[in-house]
């Protein structure tokens, strides 16, 4: 089971970017996939997270109606758009899988991470 994420970069306040998250490993079930980050200083945080068969999302209240959240199960890839970014978005990013859990947001249900990609939102 293996996730590998990418996309990070720096960015200016208000722009855009795409995070992705390639999922191998799975192959008879498909998990739930969670995005997470952590700043300099502080705890890892709750993003964003798609159910299995990609029917149903949440999002942290910090995030909800500029980032999205997508899956390609065919292409075994889920993506976090993030728009209109801010500096307090700059972290490191981990996109993680969770078996037992179709929507959770703690981190202590999922079993599977990533390596991170950092994103810094900076001019």
């Known amino acids: 089971v293996q996730l590998q994420a990418s996309g990070g970069g720096l960015v200016q306040p208000g722009g855009s970017l795409r995070l992705s998250c390639a999922v191998t490993?799975?192959?008879?079930?498909?998990?739930?996939i969670g995005w997470f980050r952590q700043a300099p200083g502080k705890e890892r945080e709750f993003v964003a997270v798609?159910?299995?068969?990609?029917?149903?999302?949440e999002y942290s209240d910090s995030v909800k109606g500029r980032f999205t959240i997508s899956r390609d199960n065919a292409e075994n890839m889920v993506s976090l758009q993030m728009n209109s970014l801010k500096p307090e978005d700059t972290a490191v990013y981990y996109c993680?899988?969770?078996?037992?859990?179709?929507?959770?947001?703690?981190?202590?249900?999922?079993?599977?991470w990533g390596q991170g990609t950092l994103v810094t939102v900076s001019s």
């Open positions: 490993g799975f192959t008879l079930d498909r998990p739930a």
């Open positions: 798609i159910s299995g068969h990609g029917r149903n999302t």
């Open positions: 993680a899988a969770s078996r037992e859990f179709s929507l959770s947001m703690s981190s202590y249900d999922y079993n599977y």
